[in-house]
T-cell receptor
């Protein structure tokens, strides 16, 4: 069956370090993958989209990689700040017009 | 500012009642979606619509109904057939850039 795995354990890192979050998937062949940020009690906010033919995408302090052989995406936040503390969700294209399936998310805590 | 408006923010439902959650967007997006989020679980797709007057069931459509009479509006009705409706409900839309824009959510509680 199709599965998206994000580390359910919270990730705690020191301010200024690089945070790396992982999204693994099985039985999908997504044309693209997305990353979102969600704060408590709020809707997710779209951050980045990476297509299957792209290895890496950057936006300011964010970097996403997409390895279709390993079936894995890595999401990096460089020079992390306490304001980056949130839950980060990956979402995979799953057939149908712009239809995606979301992972359960990883909670990131940046410690001052 | 363009965006998605969900209302109400909090909703309380009595057993056996139908309730309707509102979702309005002014982004001119064709596609709209309803998700349900429970603690410790990912977003689960209830219904989605790619165009006006058309919609498809998602993974957990039982006990829910929708309509898409206008491009801007995609209301969700939680019927009495939904046995465990307490959850956080999120509406989203998507356009040419494929990224979803979400509303701020409605928290539904059964009393």
């Amino acid at each position: 069956s199709q599965k998206i795995e994000q580390n359910s354990e919270a990730l705690n890192i020191q301010e200024g370090k690089t945070a790396t979050l992982t999204c693994n998937y099985t039985n999908y062949s997504p044309a693209y993958l997305q990353w979102y940020r969600q704060d408590p009690g709020r809707g997710p906010v779209f951050l980045l989209l990476i297509r299957e033919n792209e290895k890496e995408k950057r936006k300011e302090r964010l970097k996403v990689t997409f390895d279709t052989t390993l079936k894995q995406s890595l999401f990096h936040i460089t020079a992390s700040q306490p304001a980056d503390s949130a839950t980060y969700l990956c979402a995979l294209e799953s057939g149908g017009y712009q239809k995606v399936t979301f992972g359960t998310g990883t909670k990131l805590q940046v410690i001052p | 500012d363009g965006g998605i408006t969900q209302s109400p923010k909090y909703l309380f439902r009595k057993e056996g009642q139908n309730v309707t959650l509102s979702c309005e967007q002014n982004l001119n997006h064709d596609a709209m979606y309803w998700y349900r989020q429970d603690p410790g679980q990912g977003l689960r797709l209830i219904y989605y619509s790619q165009i006006v007057n058309d919609f498809q069931k998602g993974d957990i459509a039982e006990g829910y109904s929708v309509s898409r009479e206008k491009k801007e509006s995609f209301p969700l009705t939680v019927t009495s057939a939904q046995k465990n409706p307490t959850a956080f409900y999120l509406c989203a839309s998507s356009g040419d850039n494929y990224g979803y824009t979400f509303g701020s959510g409605t928290r539904l509680t059964v009393v």
